[in-house]
């Protein structure tokens, strides 16, 4: 048994037991929202990955009120897994932030107020955090806590370009910054296996985020789905998608290289199966955690090992 329990690094799973004693289930909910990356603000079609539901493909439809969606997935859950008396609310359908702060207020504000609800998520964009909605996420802060999930996928600007995510890396660093004064929780979306991405170029991400005083990253693998424009490239063979063992051996080394209290929320993710194109290895998402856990485990590595070297191995070669 480590310091994390029974896994070699820092997991959600493990953090929330130890803040509040039990397992804790996050549920997604949808608050109605889209985004700039969509509706003309940044662009239109959103990100080149996006299959047009959003993040937040499982979400409960928003003409649901929170309360109703809420419940709804605590009964769903508990049919299928033991569970506690706390959970997570999780506005995860697309910006979640992207609304004027008399339409977020309520839907914020009768998620923390529900009586099972431990914590409040909320997924969004860096670029889509005025002053009035940290103020109003820093309220709803004092009540419970709350995490905001910026998604980042990539530190790299051509990346960033390709997959048309809208917005300059220097915005993402100051997000960070203004929610972590507020005393907000940080969680960021990283994606391994962008096109033209090396291993290098996903590890030089993690150790951006990890050095950004983001509180949680979440790893995920790039998946095509039906009827986006990365669907296009891929059948087009203009990429390659990652295997299985590139990807676990890519997910060993970022883990080797992040913070030891930076807490980990996702080691891979469900791509929806009638949409997914590829990789279809991603659906036996419970031989891809075997397969990371067996190989941290014969290699004898743990969250933050190789951090040191890694820091002067970049440091002497430029990198």
């Not at 969250?303 to 002067?312: I, L």
Request: aromatic residues 8%.
């Amino acid at each position: 048994m480590n310091k994390w329990g029974d896994k070699p690094y820092h997991s959600l799973d493990f953090e929330m037991k130890k803040r509040f004693g039990e397992k804790v289930y996050k549920i997604a909910l949808a608050g109605g929202m889209t985004c700039p990356n969509r509706d003309g603000t940044v662009g239109r079609g959103g990100c080149i990955f996006c299959s047009g539901s959003g993040s937040g493909d499982f979400a409960a439809p928003p003409a649901d009120s929170v309360t109703e969606q809420i419940d709804r997935g605590i009964a769903g859950i508990s049919a299928r897994k033991q569970v506690g008396d706390r959970f997570i609310a999780y506005f995860q359908s697309f910006t979640n932030t992207y609304a004027p702060v008399p339409v977020l207020r309520p839907l914020y504000e009768e998620a923390i107020r529900h009586p099972h609800v431990a914590m409040l998520s909320i997924a969004t964009r860096p670029d889509c955090l005025p002053d009035e909605v940290l103020e109003l996420l820093s309220e709803c802060s004092r009540i419970k806590p709350v995490m905001v999930e910026l998604g980042l996928q990539t530190i790299h600007e051509g990346s960033a370009a390709l997959i048309r995510r809208g917005y300059p890396l220097d915005v993402y660093d100051t997000a960070v910054e203004n929610l972590k004064e507020r005393g907000i929780e940080v969680v960021t979306h990283v994606i391994a296996g962008l096109p033209y991405e090396t291993r290098n170029d996903f590890l030089e991400t993690v150790y951006h985020v990890g050095n950004s005083g983001s509180d949680g990253i979440k790893l995920q693998l790039l998946h095509v789905l039906r009827d986006t424009d990365l669907a296009s490239m891929y059948e087009n063979g203009e990429f390659e998608v990652l295997t299985m063992e590139d990807y676990i051996e890519t997910i060993v080394a970022a883990l080797s290289i992040l913070p030891e209290q930076v807490v980990v929320h996702r080691l891979t993710g469900d791509g929806p199966g009638d949409l997914l194109i590829a990789p279809m290895w991603s659906r036996r998402k419970r031989e891809v955690l075997n397969g990371i856990h067996r190989q941290m485990k014969s290699q004898n590595v743990w969250q933050g090992k190789e951090r040191n070297r890694y820091v002067h191995e970049r440091s002497h070669y430029h990198l």
